[in-house]
Structures are given as structure tokens and as C-alpha cells.
């Protein structure tokens, strides 16, 4: 749909049932709530878009079978607030096989073929959300910080790197970092800016004999 200069898109249609369904519904109903918020300032006074309600973006043929077997009411007194209740309710991670979500955790490494060391990192903490949404575990890096430091300080590459970061977050003044998961990516990005200045000269130095 076209409106003035501003080209919002048309609402989504939910006719899932899984939870990863749910939440990529919801994902792309807020960003088309998004859509229509940015096109209505760009006309103030004039006229509105309109907003597709949660209720009107359903298939048919799956507002019933919701109604009745998930939420439980008649469908003709469902609300907005019900439906937006059902599709947020579904990220809420189920639980989870730690030993399996160990060992996919255990694969993430940093990827030192990229030549920029800040996008290293930036690629690094996609990775990991990719790997998070994978396993259905989003949100994951909000509600355990700490952990999700942990997990990113052991994919650091090369060796040497992990080595003086794990060093360097032992310092009282870095202490923070360890429970604060974006502050800690935005360290390491910056740090990772620096040795990326003198990478070639530690890569170009000789081993000492053993």
C-alpha cells in the first residue's frame, strides 16, 4: 500500500500453530506497527494510516481452532489483549537440553577470515543470536548476562586473543563487563579495533623455539 511518499506494507497473516511460528508472526506484526507509526508522522494532519488490529491478522481458519483449543473462549470475545497475550506468551523459552545446548555452544568461534577485528566480533554475537534462535532460546543474553559473556569469551580467536581478554577482564576496572553482555560486546569490539592495528605484526613474528 502506498500512502503519499511513504509505502507501508500490508499486515501479516498468522495461520501457524508452533511457537517459532508465533513469535516470527509477532516479529513481523511489530514491525509493521513500526511501519505505520514512521508513515503517520510524516503526515501530521493529514490522513491516517490505517493500523490492522492482532485480531484482524489471523486466518479464519485458524481463529477458532485458537480460540477454542489454546486460548480457551468463544472467539467472537477474544480481545486485542488476548491475542497479544497468546502470540507474546509463546517466548517463553521451553526447556531446554543443556547438554545439547552446551555443545552448540561449544561449536561458536570467532571467525579471524574476516579482515575487519570489529566486524569479527559483530559476526560473532550474530552467530550466537542465530545459534539462541535455533534452540528457541531468544532472550537468552538479557536474562543471563553472565553466561552469555562466558559463552562469547570462549569463541574468541585466536588463542592468544582469548588469552589477553580473559587477562584484561580480570582487571577491577573491567569487572563490570562480566555481567553485562552488551556493554562486554561493545568492549571487546573496541579492543578488537586496536589489535587489528598491529594483528599482521604478531601474525608476522616468529614462534620462539621450543
Not at 14 to 24: A, E, L, M, P
Not at 49 to 65: A, F, H
Not at 166 to 190: I, S
Amino acid at each position: 500500500m502506498v500512502y503519499g511518499f511513504q509505502e507501508v506494507s500490508k499486515g501479516p497473516t498468522f495461520n501457524g500453530s508452533t511457537k517459532v511460528q508465533k513469535r516470527r508472526f509477532m516479529d513481523q506484526y511489530e514491525a509493521y506497527m513500526r511501519e505505520i507509526l514512521l508513515a503517520n508522522a510524516q503526515r501530521p494532519g493529514g490522513q491516517q494510516v490505517y493500523q490492522m488490529p492482532l485480531s484482524g491478522c489471523i486466518d479464519p481458519l485458524s481463529v477458532e481452532r485458537i480460540a477454542f483449543w489454546e486460548i480457551g473462549k468463544p472467539s467472537h470475545e477474544l480481545t486485542e489483549e488476548d491475542w497479544r497475550d497468546f502470540f507474546l506468551g509463546a517466548r517463553n523459552g521451553d526447556p531446554v537440553d543443556m547438554t545439547k545446548f552446551n555443545q552448540a555452544m561449544g561449536k561458536l568461534r570467532m571467525d579471524t577470515s574476516i579482515l575487519s577485528s570489529e566486524s569479527r566480533v559483530s559476526k560473532l554475537v550474530s552467530d550466537f543470536e542465530a545459534t539462541l534462535v535455533r534452540l528457541n532460546m531468544e532472550g537468552f543474553a538479557e536474562s543471563e548476562p553472565k553466561l552469555t559473556v562466558d559463552f562469547l569469551l570462549a569463541a574468541i580467536m585466536p588463542p592468544a586473543v582469548q588469552k589477553r581478554v580473559r587477562e584484561l577482564m580480570k582487571l577491577y576496572e573491567n569487572r563490570g563487563y562480566k555481567n553485562d553482555a552488551r556493554a562486554f560486546k561493545n568492549w571487546l569490539a573496541e579492543y578488537m579495533r586496536r589489535y587489528g592495528e598491529f594483528e599482521p605484526l604478531v601474525q608476522a613474528t616468529p614462534l620462539p623455539p621450543r
